[in-house]
């Protein structure tokens, strides 16, 4: 049974850092996307980053210079670095992962067939 557990979450002051890990289990990944979306209340789950098999990590816009994604397949975990962390940025975080193997990035969610539960992310102002 494949299982994402995504950890780090909190509450952090505007400017601040979090780094969020995604653990996988069940299968590896090492060959497929991962990536990171996020649900604030009342919005749409949206896309944040993707990193894949080959490493190339793509951004949605207003993360960009802020964020960095990563992934460690020895360990079949990734990551997500959040500095400069902003009000807007509140939401709940969700790692997913592709089951295809290789394939071009994936910036969608139904690209994705497997999902963590999510952790929270508050930024106060």
């Known amino acids: 049974q494949v299982q994402l557990v995504e950890s780090g979450g909190g509450l952090v002051q505007a400017g601040g850092s979090l780094r969020l890990s995604c653990a996988a289990s069940g299968r590896t990944f090492s060959s497929s996307s991962m990536g990171w979306f996020r649900q604030a209340p009342g919005k749409e789950r949206e896309f944040v980053a993707t990193?894949?098999?080959?490493?190339?990590?793509y951004y949605t816009d207003s993360v960009k210079g802020r964020f960095t994604i990563s992934r460690d397949n020895g360990e079949n975990t990734m990551a997500l670095q959040m500095n400069s962390l902003k009000p807007e940025d509140t939401a709940v975080y969700y790692c997913?992962?592709?089951?295809?193997?290789?394939?071009?990035?994936?910036?969608?969610?139904?690209?994705?067939?497997?999902w963590g539960q999510g952790t929270q992310v508050t930024v106060s102002s």
């Open positions: 997913a992962a592709r089951s295809v193997v290789g394939g071009a990035p994936a910036l969608v969610r139904t690209e994705y067939a497997y």
């Open positions: 990193i894949t098999w080959r490493e190339s990590t």
